[in-house]
Structures are given as structure tokens and as C-alpha cells.
């Protein structure tokens, strides 16, 4: 009998490169931009690249590796949001043995490979969902009113404070609704419903003269 595959050998990078589009590429295009101005009550902006990857395993030997790579922990409590000092990395909770890890555009496979060999034996699962997911960035004193006529969730800071993270119903679809600090408001979205948020935010946000950030 030949020598078994080694089936735990992981390479995600690809060979071929394949040009980048943003979910929004074609909103981009087909809605615009109204840009921002002194008046605008509401800033959105989109950081399309960032890498998204699912955590699954236990919480101990994950928020170790975590540590030992990235130099932060998970959160300590469900429905928690940690952000590194640096503003780039973020830990988020999703059930109660998973956990959304967004790092900076360009640095997933890197992470993944590293988080990987810190694991070793463990028993985990890695999932890389950078292409099926994007990052848009709110901010602005009228950010809760749009959201408090866009999301099921009570959005009132007593129940939302800074460093929390929930999915939620928005509009007709899902997203991942954060708040990383008291400024800033930010949606997980899905490729595939980008575009339908991306038109309710700029319909919902013009009575505050929403504008965009590139």
C-alpha cells in the first residue's frame, strides 16, 4: 500500500492572480457617491479588502493562539467585540463556539497559516470568508437614528454599548451590526445582499445628507 496522503497539508494561497472588485463595485456605479460634506449627519465608508475569517473550536486553546499571534485575546463575553490598540485586528463572538476575526487587507493567509501552526492538535476549524464578506464604516451624530430605522436591535447606547457585536435583521436581510468605539458604527455584510444595503443606506441616510468617504 503507498504512503498515505497527508491530508492536514494546507495551502490557501492561491497561484493565479485574479483582480479584486469590491461587493460594491457595480453600486459604485450605478448609484454613486454623494461625497461628504460639513453637513452630512452621516459618513459611510467602505474597507472592502479586509480579511474575515471564522474561528470555531474552544475558547481556551483559540484565545491562546490568538494571543500568541496577534496579540489579542476573544471576547470574555457573548454578543463581546475585541479591537487591537491598532484599530486594524478584531475579535468578535457569534455563538458560542465561533467567532468572526477581521485583520488587515492582504495579511488573511499569512494569519490563517500562523494560527494553524500555533493550533497544532487542537480541534478547530478556520474558515477564510474575506471574498464573501465586506466592512462598511458609519459614523456621524445622525449614525443611530439611520440604524434605529434600519435594525430590529435596540441600538440605544444603554443596550448597545461600545464593544458589542450583533447579527441582526436590517432592512429585509442579515448583518453583522458592531460598534468598535463611541464614533464608529460598522455592518458586516454578505456579497450577495452588499448592493440591496448599500441602496437603503443611501436612501435612509439622505435626510441626514449621507456622504461617502472613499
Not at 5 to 27: D, G, M, W
Not at 47 to 64: E, K, M, N, S, T
Not at 66 to 74: C, E
Not at 148 to 155: A, E, L, R, T
Amino acid at each position: 500500500m503507498s504512503d498515505a496522503v497527508k491530508i492536514s497539508t494546507f495551502n490557501s494561497h492561491p497561484a493565479v492572480q485574479v483582480r479584486r472588485e469590491s461587493p460594491l463595485t457595480l453600486s459604485y456605479h450605478n448609484q454613486g457617491r454623494p461625497e461628504a460634506s460639513e453637513r452630512s449627519g452621516v459618513t459611510l465608508r467602505e474597507r472592502p479588502f479586509c480579511g474575515h475569517l471564522i474561528l470555531r473550536g474552544g475558547a481556551i486553546v483559540l484565545d491562546q493562539a490568538l494571543r500568541d499571534v496577534l496579540g489579542i485575546g476573544l471576547p470574555g463575553q457573548p454578543l463581546g467585540l475585541v479591537t487591537h490598540e491598532s484599530g486594524e485586528i478584531s475579535a468578535q463572538w457569534l455563538s458560542p463556539d465561533e467567532w468572526l476575526l477581521i485583520v488587515p487587507e492582504g495579511s488573511e493567509f499569512e494569519v490563517e497559516n500562523r494560527l494553524r501552526a500555533a493550533l497544532g492538535d487542537a480541534h478547530f476549524a478556520i474558515t477564510n470568508a474575506s471574498g464573501g464578506q465586506t466592512l462598511l464604516e458609519l459614523r456621524g451624530e445622525k449614525v443611530r437614528e439611520l440604524l434605529m430605522k434600519s435594525v430590529v436591535y435596540d441600538v440605544h447606547p444603554d443596550n448597545f454599548p461600545v464593544g458589542k457585536g450583533v447579527t441582526t435583521v436590517f432592512a429585509k436581510t442579515t448583518a453583522i451590526l458592531r460598534r468598535p468605539d463611541n464614533d464608529c458604527w460598522e455592518l458586516v455584510v454578505r456579497r450577495s445582499f452588499a448592493d440591496y444595503l448599500w441602496r437603503w443606506l443611501l436612501d435612509a441616510g439622505e435626510e441626514y445628507d449621507i456622504g461617502i468617504i472613499p
